[in-house]
Each structure stands twice: as structure tokens, then as C-alpha cells.
């Protein structure tokens, strides 16, 4: 799981933080995802974010990074009925994970979802994942970067579930969560994490493609930067 440093002041209203926990994450992408797609439906920005040009506003490797990572886990917020214990409670993780590995992949961003608690996070997350493929078509991500985008996560929340196997999980699932250092596997977290790195990908792509561009210090800040945010 992949480090972050300590939490010292609070995130403005539009920042999503993962050091927040589990509960305020989730709290606040509910929120952040709604006022984006308002934005969306005005016009007031270019959607999807992969579409911006550099140098236009919203145009910036942040902004699209950002933007991208988060149209992709609306599809968290569109569940009717979003069982939140299922992405942050550590009790229930083992049930997500099994109702993830069962649920057979498909390509859609449009979705249906079926009313079963676990199914429905599935379905949402498979869709947030087949959105980053798209958006990285648009971007002209290379394509070996992003191949196999369903499979390689299908492989983390196998380890994830490994993990949650063991003896005093949960114990050291809530010392993470206390140190604000590591990010434990819950689904809400690996999500986090799989939908941040692809995001960064399209970000490179659609904002920093030339090879001049990516001699700078500001494409060294990028390499560098773990989240958007890093590059405020």
C-alpha cells in the first residue's frame, strides 16, 4: 500500500484526502463528485477532464489528474443504497472482496446495478476502471501501461484478501488508520490507489505529451508526485 506523509491542516472543501479516513474520504467524495458533475452539466468545464487542452484552463497535469481519478470513483456515489461498510469497515472486507472476485467483468461505463449490496459496489468500481481505459484511449495513454487495466486490479484485492486472512488484521488495519501513514486494504483504499496511478497515466499523456515538456523540472515534479495534490 502506498505511503503518505502526516496530515497537518485541513484539505480545502474540493480536496479529497485518503489521510482523513475512510469515513471523511467517502463523506467528501460524495460531495466533491456532485459539485464536479454540476460544473459538468453547466459547462463550466471540459468533461471528461482528458479532453482539455494544455494550457487552457483546467488544462494543467494536475487539474486532469485530479479530475480524471475522481470522475472515475463518482461511480461509487451513483449506488442507490451504497452500503458504505462495505468499502471502509474492516469486518466486512472479506464479503467485498468475495463479491468483487465473483462478479464477472464487463466493459460498461453506462450500468445497471441490481439491488445486492456487494454486487453493486462491484459493478461500480469494474465501471470507474473500464472509464479510466476509456479516457485513456482519448489521452493516448500507451497502451502498455494501461494493459490488462481489470485484471491487474482483480490481482491486488487478491493479496488484498490474503492480507485480511491472516491473524489481527483488523488490529492493524485500525494502528494504520491511527498512524495516518499506510493505507490499509480496505476496497475504498484500493480503489483509491488503482484509480490514482491510472489517472496519473492519462494526466502525463493529455497534459505533458510532448518529449520537451518532459525534460523539465516540472515533468520531474510530476514523476514525483504521489497525488494531485503534491503539485498544488
Not at 30 to 39: F, M, P, S
Not at 74 to 85: A, V
Not at 90 to 106: D, G, N, T, V
Not at 159 to 188: F, I, K, N, Y
Amino acid at each position: 500500500m502506498a505511503l503518505f506523509g502526516n496530515h497537518k491542516t485541513p484539505p480545502p472543501d474540493d480536496v479529497l484526502d485518503a489521510r482523513a479516513g475512510p469515513e471523511a474520504l467517502l463523506l467528501s467524495l460524495d460531495r466533491v463528485a456532485q459539485a464536479y458533475l454540476e460544473k459538468a452539466d453547466r459547462g463550466d468545464i471540459v468533461y471528461p477532464a482528458c479532453k482539455r487542452e494544455p494550457g487552457t484552463a483546467g488544462g494543467g497535469a494536475r487539474e486532469i489528474w485530479r479530475d480524471t481519478r475522481l470522475e472515475a470513483l463518482r461511480y461509487l456515489t451513483m449506488i442507490p443504497g451504497r452500503d458504505d461498510s462495505l468499502l471502509i469497515a474492516p469486518a466486512r472486507q472479506a464479503e467485498m472482496i468475495e463479491s468483487f472476485l465473483r462478479l464477472k467483468p464487463h466493459d460498461e461505463t453506462v450500468i445497471d446495478f441490481t439491488g445486492q449490496a456487494g454486487d453493486d459496489v462491484a459493478i461500480a468500481i469494474i465501471a470507474g476502471l473500464n472509464w479510466l481505459n476509456h479516457c485513456a484511449g482519448i489521452a493516448k495513454v500507451d497502451r502498455a501501461k494501461i494493459t490488462g487495466i481489470l485484471r491487474n486490479f482483480r490481482k491486488v484485492v487478491v493479496v488484498a484478501q490474503r492480507w485480511w486472512s491472516t491473524d489481527g488484521a483488523e488490529a492493524r488495519c485500525a494502528e494504520m488508520l491511527a498512524a495516518r501513514q499506510q493505507l490499509p486494504p480496505l476496497m475504498l483504499y484500493l480503489v483509491w490507489l488503482e484509480h490514482t496511478h491510472l489517472a496519473k497515466e492519462v494526466a502525463a499523456a493529455a497534459a505533458l505529451p510532448s518529449e520537451v515538456v518532459r525534460t523539465t523540472d516540472a515533468w520531474t515534479r510530476f514523476e514525483a508526485a504521489r497525488d494531485p495534490e503534491d503539485l498544488s
